[in-house]
Nanobody
Framework: QVQLVESGGGLVQAGGSLRLSCAAS????????MGWYRQVPGKQRELVAV???????NYLDSVKGRFTISRDNAKNTVYLQMNSLKPEDTAVYYC?????????????WGQGTQVTVSS
């Protein structure tokens, strides 16, 4: 079984920063793509940033230049550094990882962490 545990959410004023962490644990052979998604009530979950095992990244247009995704493969951990936060960044942030336990990668999700940006 694989678990993703997130931390680092909270309340911050506009213009502030937060750093989210997500650690994967369990019977892990390899982790391929890792990413962060976010969701607000009444809207679909959207992709914020992804990073490959080799470090290639991709971002939602609205967070480019403000958010940075990184990972520590030795620790099976992915991070999201969020700077210059805006009220519209308020959402529940979810970690996702494509984890190879035996042969094929399976998608796992964290429990979500609330990020609230006040104006």
């Amino acid at each position: 079984q694989v678990q993703l545990v997130e931390s680092g959410g909270g309340l911050v004023q506009a213009g502030g920063s937060l750093r989210l962490s997500c650690a994967a644990s369990g019977s892990i052979l390899r982790i391929d793509l890792m990413g962060w998604y976010r969701q607000v009530p009444g809207k679909q979950r959207e992709l914020v940033a992804v990073i490959s095992s080799g470090g290639t990244t991709n971002y939602l247009d609205s967070v480019k230049g403000r958010f940075t995704i990184s990972r520590d493969n030795a620790k099976n951990t992915v991070y999201l550094q969020m700077n210059s936060l805006k009220p519209e960044d308020t959402a529940v942030y979810y970690c996702n990882a494509n984890v190879v336990v035996r042969i094929v990668p399976l998608s796992y999700w964290g429990q979500g962490t609330q990020v609230t940006v006040s104006s």
